[in-house]
């Protein structure tokens, strides 16, 4: 059980929690007070104040008290004065990356995320950071906007196309925490999750050593079943058979396929390399041309192994 | 002296057939129409409501599919937010009262009005184009460049929102002048219902909120047709101007839908305490204050979305204004109670419900002011429940007692009182099931417009989905005891609830076609219980 979960607020994980669930916390019981100030005495009036007779009549028509009036406009806007100056300087942190923060490039397209590590030169659908270690994310989107939402870490931002948006965070302990998509971006939007994973520097190390060379020791396919996952396939592409938002993969090497416009076209190398560089060319009937480009993402090596796992998905 | 014969009976009986109502230029048969319509759409986009929120049981595919989860609640939202809530209040219960309130024959403009009427059924029956038209799935924000697909079910609801704005804004016009030119001798602004200081707050947000409305989604348009590169950054346009465009109206719209609703709280709260409302002119004049603040405030939807933080500073200081009349409302109505002779009728009980979710729906949305908290809160479950508290818990909840409060004079008859109260119950318990579990699940970080959740959420989604059949039994229990009065002979009496406002002390239920036989004098304020007798 974490004890940093509340009825309210998931765990926290970031340096921001604190401060963010404070402001939360401090605000919730000035709601309830509030909240129960109003509710009992609606209740204690209407009931003690019911009409017992047809004809009765009001008690008192009391239609002004400047005192009562002066209370109750000064007292909230003291309050919410102290909660916007809380929530300034809590946001103002929020935005400024400390100078030593390690940077990742982040890419949302339909439905997946992408990390890129520019300065350890490596790449993954998950992102991995030490723990302690300032990060600064620089997010940009392929398509349309999405949001990228770390509910343990208190942060999220948009990830919107042609221009660059940044977040920041100190993740303050060890674990795999969800990321949300959280602006709405189509079919798929709420599948497009992944997680990052906080690890000690000297695991970050290793990963980045692992990670720099993902096709080493691995057959073609097997690192193609990576790059399935790795690359975004997954969201649209099943591997047991079942129809996605495009077809399965399974079975579908050396059958020939209708299309779209009448055709019909055998899977192999060819059409497979193509349909990644050009998807919306030969669609395969029955589906939507939403597919994102690969043309320039993708090396050749890349496309030779997802080739080869296409090939064993018998 | 036909003619005077003739104006001396019943606007239901002046005269017949389906050619009658629709070429009517009476507010009160327009009024009618607008609710009969409102009804039904307030119905469709329920059902949508109720269909998804079975979906949502379990964490992944129940009966929708998930591009059919996605159409529904694009329509949920479009068909509530321009269909029901934005043109709901003023539509129906204004067209219908607003000049029997004020003691005037009609609208200033009766034939504007029917044309308003007429945008409105345009926009609907555009709105079924796009139903039929595909799967519309761009959520009722339209966000770029998402909406730019030229998916045509789209664009067909872009051309029917756009209609629907004029429509909000012609209402808004023959509000504004008939407010300040038609008012009966005696009438002065302080003596006018606060429902009328609500609907003239709204009507003005109406004429200079919309047609920012409709300049964007004329830009919209061009952008999907002609490719030119204003909102679609493929082409160098910008997707946050969208936004800024988009909530420019959007945000005022807020209270386009929720001050309405204020109007009718103060109504129902003083009737029904046979008391004069407490500071009427600190009410009437936090109607006017949130108007202004709320053309102020439109960034704060915008916090995560890329803009400056020296913007969001600002947009978050200037949202913490929008509470101060907020809360002066509250607790003015609160004191209204205070030794007052209070009686629980089917209306008031709609009404204190209105003082109980707007409170919550209030204190929710002051959060999301507090920049630092907005950030995790943002795009959650947090802010779909915030936003129903104000809308569906303070406007829909407000126009349903209206709608109970105004029934009399709309339709010479009584319901039945003991089944409105029992409905009015069924509707508070399931609104609070159906969204306050959305307030911890938001908190907890569940994003909205999810077809697929964690299992974690699953406690909250099914309260919530218990809630909403709660809900719907509740809102049809009260529909059938409405109709049902209909089978009834009239009984209604002149002034059933002892009101002091014109349409209830002047007016014959139901009331003549230009309203009054003679034109009343108005000699008290509308609340001044003390003083019995006209």
């Not at chain 2, 024959?105 to 403009?109: E, G, I, S």
């Not at chain 2, 209909?486 to 002149?494: C, K, N």
């Given at each position: 059980m974490d004890t940093t979960k509340s009825v309210w607020l998931p765990e926290q994980a970031s340096t921001f929690a604190n401060s963010v669930d404070w402001a939360f916390n401090l605000y919730l019981w000035i709601s309830v007070a509030f909240f129960a100030i109003i509710v009992v005495l609606i209740a204690y009036f209407v009931v003690k104040y019911?009409?017992?007779?047809?004809?009765q009549l009001a008690t008192a028509q009391i239609v002004h008290n400047t005192f009562l009036e002066t209370t109750w406009t000064a007292i909230p806007l003291i309050i919410v004065m102290a909660l916007f100056v809380v929530g300034m300087k809590g946001y103002w942190n929020m935005r400024v990356a400390p100078s030593n923060a390690m940077q990742v490039d982040v890419t949302g397209r339909k439905w997946a995320w992408s990390f890129d590590y520019p300065k350890e030169g490596v790449s993954t659908d998950t992102l991995v950071v030490p723990v302690h270690q300032p990060v600064r994310l620089r997010m940009t989107s392929t398509d349309v906007i999405h949001s990228f939402f770390i509910p343990a870490f208190r942060t999220k931002a948009d990830v919107i196309p042609g221009r660059y948006h940044s977040l920041w965070f100190e993740a303050t302990k060890t674990g795999v925490f969800q990321v949300f998509c959280t602006q709405y971006c189509g079919t798929n939007h709420s599948y497009m999750w992944t997680a990052v994973k906080v690890v000690t520097p000297d695991e970050f190390q290793a990963w980045v050593a692992a990670a720099a060379?993902?096709?080493?020791?691995?057959t073609p396919a097997e690192f193609g079943e990576i790059l399935y996952s790795q690359k975004g396939c997954v969201a649209c592409h099943t591997v047991d058979g079942s129809t996605g938002i495009g077809p399965t993969w399974k079975g579908i090497w050396g059958i020939s396929v209708p299309l779209e416009d009448g055709r019909s076209v055998t899977v192999d190398e060819a059409y497979v390399k193509k349909s990644m560089n050009e998807p919306a060319t030969d669609v395969v009937k029955g589906f939507q041309p939403i597919m994102p480009p690969f043309q320039g993402v993708l090396s050749d090596k890349e496309e030779d192994a997802l080739v080869a796992y296409i090939q064993s998905l018998k | 002296m036909t003619a005077h014969v003739h104006d001396n009976i019943n606007y239901l009986k002046t005269s017949k057939g389906l050619k009658s109502w629709l070429t009517t230029v009476d507010h009160k048969r327009i009024g009618l129409m607008y609710l009969a319509s409102i009804l039904v759409f307030f119905i469709t986009g329920g059902l949508y409501a109720l269909l998804f929120r079975l979906e949502l049981w379990t964490p992944n595919k129940d009966f929708l599919s998930v591009d059919q989860y996605n159409n529904f609640f694009t329509m949920h939202g479009v068909i509530m937010v321009f269909l029901v809530v934005v043109p709901g209040i003023p539509g129906a219960l204004g067209n219908f009262v607003l000049p029997l309130q004020i003691g005037a024959?009609?609208?200033?403009?009766p034939k504007l009005n029917l044309t308003s009427l007429y945008l409105y059924w345009l926009g609907a029956i555009l709105a079924v184009i796009s139903l039929l038209a595909g799967h519309a799935d761009s959520g009722w924000t339209f966000y770029a460049p998402y909406s730019l697909s030229k998916n045509p079910a789209v664009m067909w609801m872009l051309t029917a929102a756009f209609l629907l704005g004029f429509s909000s804004i012609l209402t808004g016009l023959n509000f504004i002048v008939t407010i300040h030119k038609m008012r009966a001798p005696g009438m002065t602004w302080f003596r006018m219902p606060l429902f009328i200081w609500a609907l003239y707050a709204t009507a003005i947000m109406q004429v200079f909120a919309t047609p920012v409305l409709g300049i964007t989604l004329i830009l919209m348009l061009v952008e999907n047709f002609f490719h030119i590169g204003i909102f679609d950054p493929a082409l160098g346009g910008d997707p946050i101007l969208m936004q800024h465009f988009f909530w420019f109206y959007s945000h005022p719209a807020v209270y386009i839908i929720v001050v309405p609703a204020f109007g009718i709280a103060s109504e129902l709260i003083a009737t029904f305490s046979k008391k004069e409302i407490f500071g009427y002119k600190f009410i009437a004049f936090s109607s006017v204050a949130i108007t202004v603040i709320g053309f102020l405030v439109w960034g704060h939807h915008m916090f995560v979305a890329g803009q400056s933080e020296v913007a969001d500073t600002i947009f978050s200081f200037l949202t913490f204004f929008t509470a101060i009349p907020s809360a002066i409302k509250v607790f003015n109505w609160t004191t209204t109670l205070y030794k007052g002779s209070i009686e629980l009728r089917t209306p008031m009980l709609y009404g204190l419900q209105v003082l109980f979710n707007f409170t919550i729906g209030g204190l929710t949305g002051i959060i999301l002011a507090i920049l630092s908290v907005d950030i995790h809160l943002h795009d959650t479950y947090f802010v779909v429940s915030h936003f129903h508290y104000v809308a569906m818990g303070t406007t829909m909840i407000a126009f349903i007692g209206g709608i109970h409060y105004w029934w009399p004079k709309m339709t010479g008859r009584m319901y039945n009182e003991v089944v409105g109260k029992f409905a009015s119950l069924l509707v508070f318990v399931g609104f609070n099931t159906v969204f306050f579990p959305q307030l911890i699940m938001g908190s907890q970080g569940s994003p909205r417009r999810y077809y697929h959740y964690l299992p974690d959420f699953q406690i909250f989604h099914q309260i919530s989905t218990i809630g909403i059949i709660i809900l719907a039994v509740g809102l049809f229990t009260a529909l059938i005891n409405l109709l049902m009065s209909?089978?009834?002979?009239?009984?209604?009496?002149?002034n059933p609830w002892g009101a002091r406002t014109l349409e209830w002390e002047f007016a014959e239920t139901p009331p003549v076609l230009f309203n009054f036989k003679e034109t009343p004098v108005v000699t008290h304020g509308p609340y001044e219980f003390a003083k019995e007798g006209a």
């Open positions: 019911a009409r017992k007779r047809p004809d060379d993902p096709s080493k020791g691995k | 024959k009609d609208l200033a403009f209909l089978r009834r002979a009239p009984d209604a009496p002149q």
